[in-house]
């Protein structure tokens, strides 16, 4: 069995300790979610896993032959190459071989009469074939394809940055690692995509380490979860689901403790109090122990909820009103006549294809990008806040505190009362500590968090978020969902987080592509449901045409060889479709089982055994009914 081993791994930033004296072990197939506040280490503990942090210190144990693929969140790749050539550009093995082989091909091509040319060409052949590396090409197309990249050889430079990012996932992915580690996977993936990802990942042999905001994502795939906390890492059991129960346990099971600990501090700081002396061996071991509980007591730290509790203006009738509104962007349709009434107090999700115009429709709506035809009225009362993809640009040197006081020294709560700026970034997970740093010492994710806090410390009324579970810590995202609960204005939200939406949205408009927006009523989650049961009517549909079809093709091309069916190939034939819906319900029994095994990896291989045996059965009577109907008269 492949492991990896960790010893007193300790990082630091500048004055802040991350993460100090971790030890733990990584075994095959464990799928570990590793989550934690912004701020808190998780990208710098993958980081130093994967060894492209060499300032930490500790020890990694693996074997010699142990292999680790990372996909970061920004990932490195050579802007001059095509897509397929930057996926092959890693320095796998794989990688390696095809590429030599190519090299050979050309040259014993060149030099068909060499000896030397010829020995190397088969040399790596068979490297290719001990390798099984020729499917390799063909895997990157199809994960390729999967994640919504059809053209292989567009070039890198050419890209966007969430299209750079699944070029990268896609690179990791064919390098088949024993330790996968994946930095927000899910960010800039449809939900088609996401479904794939979590299929494939679910088979993957190896173990998985992953950071990610999307809790069904980390429900359906890890077995276990790892929370980096206050420089600690704590280890749970199961899925986000049962990390909630068992951290609430611990944290009560320490509050408990320590309330223990301070009462008895309590009782001997009184005995100590009334002078005791060291007369005796006992009473010198007493005061040891109250030394040593002096220390230790008050020490404990949980991390509080970030407490986002704003008012707003007066939101009148009068929203968002969009009327005929066309839009092209680069040749392509983004709106096309759109009309949409949007009114106080509604929750509107917004998902689809990427590059389908989400992200520019909200540009529309914050004046920041013109319409070619029609109008968008914005009602008196609206006061607009936008939670943008990218952070606005904030000056390094300035101070954290500084950053906010340029929109006020305080705000007001929804109860009238006065919040000043420091009380509001300690409800945001910034101790005191922390308001005079310069804001180049945050992380990545702290910024947003900032960022965050000052748009809501402007009180709008009308509440733009694109993307947001993109860059917030869960911890966040759960507060701001609860804060959108009690809003009372008007929420549109772009997202492809199927569990921020069903928790923020009632209404949603599906970007299709091509101008095309489908709007549903109701959660996220049954519309995708829904639509995946479109989709299968819609495919059997086109089968039993083309089957149709097909019958009517040979019908008079050929004719019929056969003129009837006998009577037991009819009474074959009229138990067929009944038996094909009976294998079929079958699988779709045991598929639905399978997302509710969680880490139970023997009894997930035990059923898609099944579903995998029942297909086949399913395929070969599908096939004797196409060949038993060209017969029915």
């Given at each position: 069995?492949?492991?990896?081993?960790?010893?007193?791994?300790?990082k630091?930033?500048?004055?802040?300790?991350?993460?100090?004296?971790?030890?733990?072990?990584?075994?095959?197939?464990?799928?570990?979610?590793?989550?934690?506040?912004?701020?808190?280490?998780?990208s710098?503990?993958?980081?130093?896993?994967?060894?492209?942090?060499?300032?930490?210190?500790?020890?990694i144990?693996?074997?010699?032959?142990y292999t680790?693929?990372?996909?970061?969140?920004?990932?490195?790749?050579?802007?001059?190459?095509?897509?397929?050539?930057?996926?092959?550009?890693?320095?796998?093995?794989?990688?390696?071989?095809?590429?030599?082989?190519?090299?050979?091909?050309?040259?014993?091509?060149?030099?068909?009469?060499?000896?030397?040319?010829?020995?190397?060409?088969?040399?790596?052949?068979?490297?290719?074939?001990?390798?099984?590396?020729?499917?390799?090409?063909?895997?990157?197309?199809?994960?390729?394809?999967?994640?919504?990249?059809?053209d292989?050889?567009?070039?890198?430079?050419?890209?966007?940055?969430?299209?750079?990012?699944?070029?990268?996932?896609?690179?990791?992915?064919?390098q088949?690692p024993?330790?996968?580690?994946l930095?927000?996977?899910?960010?800039?993936?449809?939900?088609?995509?996401?479904?794939?990802?979590?299929?494939?990942?679910?088979?993957?042999?190896?173990?998985?380490?992953?950071?990610?905001h999307?809790?069904?994502?980390?429900d359906?795939?890890?077995?276990?979860?790892?929370?980096?906390?206050?420089?600690?890492?704590?280890?749970y059991?199961?899925?986000?689901q049962?990390?909630?129960?068992?951290?609430?346990?611990?944290?009560?099971?320490?509050?408990?403790?320590?309330?223990?600990?301070?009462?008895?501090?309590?009782?001997?700081?009184?005995?100590?109090?009334?002078?005791?002396?060291?007369?005796?061996t006992k009473?010198?071991?007493?005061?040891n122990?109250?030394?040593?509980?002096?220390?230790?007591?008050?020490?404990?730290?949980?991390?509080?909820?970030?407490?986002?509790?704003?008012?707003?203006?007066?939101?009148?009738?009068?929203?968002?009103?969009?009327?005929?509104?066309?839009?092209?962007?680069?040749?392509?349709?983004?709106?096309?006549?759109?009309?949409?009434?949007?009114?106080?107090n509604?929750?509107?999700?917004?998902?689809?294809?990427?590059?389908?115009?989400?992200?520019?429709?909200l540009?529309v709506?914050?004046?920041?990008?013109?319409?070619?035809?029609?109008?968008?009225?914005?009602?008196?009362?609206?006061?607009?806040?936008?939670?943008?993809?990218?952070?606005?640009?904030i000056?390094?040197?300035?101070?954290?505190?500084?950053?906010?006081?340029?929109?006020?020294?305080?705000?007001?709560d929804n109860?009238?009362?006065?919040?000043?700026?420091?009380?509001?970034?300690?409800?945001?997970?910034?101790?005191?500590?922390?308001?005079g740093?310069?804001?180049?010492?945050?992380?990545?994710?702290?910024?947003?968090?900032?960022?965050?806090?000052?748009?809501?410390?402007?009180?709008?009324?009308?509440?733009?978020l694109?993307?947001?579970t993109?860059?917030?810590?869960?911890?966040?995202?759960?507060v701001?969902?609860d804060?959108?609960?009690?809003?009372?204005?008007?929420?549109?939200?772009?997202?492809?987080?199927?569990?921020?939406?069903?928790?923020?949205?009632?209404?949603?408009?599906?970007?299709?592509?091509?101008?095309?927006?489908?709007?549903?009523?109701?959660?996220?989650?049954?519309?995708?449901?829904?639509?995946a049961?479109?989709?299968?009517?819609?495919?059997?549909?086109?089968?039993?045409?083309?089957?149709?079809?097909?019958?009517?093709?040979?019908?008079?091309?050929?004719?019929?060889?056969?003129?009837?069916?006998?009577?037991?190939?009819?009474?074959?034939?009229?138990?067929?479709?009944?038996e094909?819906d009976e294998l079929?319900g079958q699988?779709?029994?045991?598929?639905?089982?399978?997302?509710?095994?969680?880490?139970?990896?023997?009894?997930?291989?035990d059923?898609?055994?099944?579903?995998?045996?029942?297909?086949?059965?399913?395929?070969?009577?599908?096939?004797?009914?196409?060949?038993?109907?060209e017969?029915?008269?």
């Amino acid at each position: 069995m492949q492991t990896l081993r960790a010893e007193a791994l300790t990082k630091t930033y500048g004055e802040k300790t991350l993460f100090k004296d971790l030890d733990f072990i990584i075994n095959e197939q464990d799928r570990i979610g590793l989550i934690g506040t912004n701020g808190s280490g998780k990208s710098s503990l993958l980081n130093v896993l994967s060894q492209e942090d060499i300032d930490s210190t500790g020890g990694i144990v693996t074997s010699k032959t142990y292999t680790i693929g990372y996909l970061k969140q920004q990932p490195e790749l050579n802007e001059d190459l095509t897509i397929l050539e930057a996926v092959f550009a890693g320095s796998q093995d794989v990688f390696n071989t095809i590429r030599r082989y190519e090299q050979t091909l050309e040259n014993y091509s060149n030099h068909p009469d060499d000896p030397k040319a010829e020995r190397q060409y088969l040399d790596a052949e068979a490297k290719m074939n001990e390798e099984d590396a020729w499917n390799a090409e063909s895997d990157v197309k199809t994960i390729l394809t999967q994640l919504k990249i059809d053209d292989v050889n567009q070039v890198v430079s050419t890209l966007s940055g969430g299209q750079k990012r699944r070029v990268g996932l896609a690179q990791v992915l064919i390098q088949s690692p024993d330790l996968l580690i994946l930095d927000e996977p899910t960010n800039h993936l449809d939900f088609d995509s996401i479904e794939w990802l979590q299929e494939y990942l679910a088979k993957y042999k190896g173990a998985l380490l992953f950071v990610t905001h999307d809790r069904y994502f980390l429900d359906q795939i890890a077995n276990k979860i790892w929370e980096l906390s206050f420089g600690e890492l704590f280890e749970y059991t199961g899925n986000y689901q049962d990390y909630l129960a068992q951290k609430a346990e611990r944290v009560d099971l320490e509050v408990a403790a320590e309330h223990k600990k301070q009462k008895l501090y309590k009782q001997e700081l009184a005995w100590m109090k009334k002078g005791a002396k060291a007369r005796t061996t006992k009473q010198q071991a007493r005061i040891n122990r109250f030394n040593d509980l002096k220390e230790n007591v008050g020490n404990l730290q949980t991390e509080e909820d970030v407490d986002i509790n704003l008012g707003q203006q007066r939101l009148g009738k009068k929203v968002i009103e969009i009327e005929d509104a066309s839009l092209n962007l680069n040749n392509k349709i983004i709106l096309s006549h759109f009309s949409e009434l949007i009114q106080r107090n509604e929750r509107i999700g917004i998902s689809g294809e990427n590059g389908a115009g989400k992200s520019s429709l909200l540009n529309v709506i914050a004046d920041k990008l013109p319409l070619d035809s029609g109008t968008i009225e914005i009602g008196e009362t609206v006061k607009m806040a936008y939670y943008t993809q990218q952070t606005e640009p904030i000056p390094d040197d300035k101070r954290v505190i500084n950053y906010l006081t340029d929109v006020g020294e305080h705000v007001t709560d929804n109860t009238g009362n006065k919040i000043s700026v420091t009380d509001l970034l300690e409800q945001f997970l910034f101790p005191k500590f922390m308001h005079g740093t310069l804001i180049r010492k945050l992380s990545g994710g702290e910024k947003r968090r900032l960022y965050l806090l000052k748009l809501l410390m402007q009180q709008p009324n009308v509440l733009l978020l694109d993307e947001p579970t993109n860059d917030l810590d869960i911890s966040t995202l759960t507060v701001l969902e609860d804060y959108i609960a009690h809003f009372s204005g008007t929420v549109i939200t772009v997202s492809h987080d199927r569990y921020f939406l069903d928790k923020v949205a009632s209404r949603l408009l599906i970007f299709n592509g091509n101008g095309k927006i489908e709007s549903y009523v109701g959660l996220f989650t049954d519309y995708l449901r829904k639509s995946a049961d479109t989709q299968k009517v819609e495919k059997k549909k086109n089968h039993e045409q083309h089957l149709t079809e097909k019958k009517q093709e040979k019908d008079t091309s050929e004719g019929k060889a056969k003129k009837k069916l006998t009577y037991a190939e009819e009474i074959e034939y009229n138990d067929l479709e009944k038996e094909i819906d009976e294998l079929d319900g079958q699988i779709s029994e045991l598929k639905e089982e399978m997302t509710h095994l969680g880490n139970d990896y023997d009894k997930l291989a035990d059923t898609q055994v099944k579903i995998d045996e029942l297909t086949r059965q399913s395929d070969e009577k599908i096939a004797r009914w196409e060949y038993l109907s060209e017969y029915v008269e």
